[in-house]
């Protein structure tokens, strides 16, 4: 049983072009929804983060998105560059339950040069 | 700062071994994690600690033990390898003000066969 279902799974775009994902959730008692990056051979990485009483947040070329009554958060990337290239993760951290942050299956990002 | 170390970073085993892996951190965080990064699947939480003699089982934490004696180091062991615990494994660990902020080792790559 997934609880954050992530898509798509692979995404081409044009460099200068705007790359988005999307991710849903079930389990509404996740109150903190973060996004990772993550280049080959590494650890992800926390790109941004948003909590459930704002409907977007943004810092520099990437932004989210919240819809709290669809249950879902997507992440856009404005400008896309070839240096963007990575796996992206959604992820969503419940405010009780032993704090366990759950990951989406993550979506291989190429930017074309 | 190293952030979040973990050894050995790559390691092959026969089917029935037994091996530990070990986390550190040095950012004086309360809370550690492990989980296991294989392809389509995300990272899925195989257990967590809160604090120092804590730990918890998260989504996959069958065929795994864990120990936390120090608070900077977290223990992941395998007691009886399986070829179904090739993965790469990762090691996080965040503040407890901040928990779903994870900061991320490189992570360690294991086959077993």
New interface residues.
């Given amino acids: 049983q997934q609880q954050v279902k992530q898509s798509p799974q692979s995404l081409i775009v044009q460099k200068g072009g705007i790359s988005i994902i999307n991710c849903a959730y079930e389990n509404t008692a996740f109150d903190y929804f973060p996004w990772y990056q993550q280049f080959p051979g590494k650890g992800p990485a926390l790109l941004i983060a948003i909590r459930p009483d704002v409907s977007e947040k943004k810092e520099g070329r990437f932004t989210i998105s919240f819809n709290k009554s669809a249950k879902q958060f997507s992440l856009h990337i404005m400008d896309s560059q070839p240096g963007d290239s990575a796996t992206y993760f959604c992820a969503a951290s419940p405010n009780t339950g032993g704090f366990k942050t759950i990951f989406g299956a993550g979506t291989r990002l190429f930017v074309k040069a | 700062n190293a952030g979040?170390t973990q050894t050995p970073k790559f390691r092959v085993l026969k089917t029935g071994q037994s091996m530990t892996l070990l986390c550190a951190q040095d950012m004086n965080h309360e809370?550690m994690?492990w989980?296991r990064q294989d392809p389509?699947?995300?990272?899925?939480?195989i257990h967590?600690s809160?604090g120092e003699g804590t730990t918890?089982k998260?989504?996959v934490p069958d065929g795994y033990n864990v120990s936390r004696l120090k608070k900077q180091n977290f223990l992941l062991g395998l007691e009886s390898a399986a070829p179904s615990q090739t993965s790469v494994y990762?090691c996080?660990s965040?503040y407890s003000g901040r928990?779903?902020?994870?900061?991320?080792?490189?992570?360690s790559r294991l086959t077993v066969l």
């Fill in positions: 979040v809370y994690y989980y389509g699947m995300g990272l899925r939480l967590y809160v918890a998260g989504e990762f996080a965040s928990r779903g902020e994870l900061f991320f080792g490189e992570g």
